[in-house]
């Protein structure tokens, strides 16, 4: 069975760098072959699509946060991780990981919030 757990800060200053991390077992990162992904939701932009991580580590991005966001992975974990800088005042959001499939995301984890705040 796959998990994917989400962790996070919690709470961000307006223009600090998040970073997010989203454990997973059950399978190897470096072996799935559609690779994984962040997503988030929040309330004025609904669910948005950050950017994915192949197996081979190569990752892309949504070209509206290419020049913020880096995902990197951590394989002695089992862990890849999102970092967003320069979150803006608005930028509160439930960031979720989840496992590529063929027609879709396969597995998502739970979420976890991140609140942006002074």
């Known amino acids: 069975q796959v998990q994917l757990q989400e962790s996070g800060p919690g709470l961000v200053k307006p223009s600090q760098t998040l970073s997010v991390a989203c454990t997973v077992s059950g399978v190897s990162i470096t072996t799935t072959p559609g690779g994984w992904t962040w997503i988030r939701q929040s309330p004025e932009k609904g669910l948005e699509w950050i950017g994915v991580i192949n197996s081979a580590g190569n990752s892309y991005y949504a070209p509206s946060l290419r020049s913020r966001a880096a995902i990197s992975r951590d394989t002695s974990k089992n862990q890849f991780i999102l970092q967003l800088s320069s979150v803006p005042p608005e930028g509160t959001s439930i960031y979720y990981c989840?496992?590529?499939?063929?027609?879709?995301?396969?597995?998502w984890g739970q979420g976890t919030q991140v609140a942006v705040s002074s």
């Open positions: 989840a496992r590529n499939g063929v027609y879709g995301f396969d597995d």
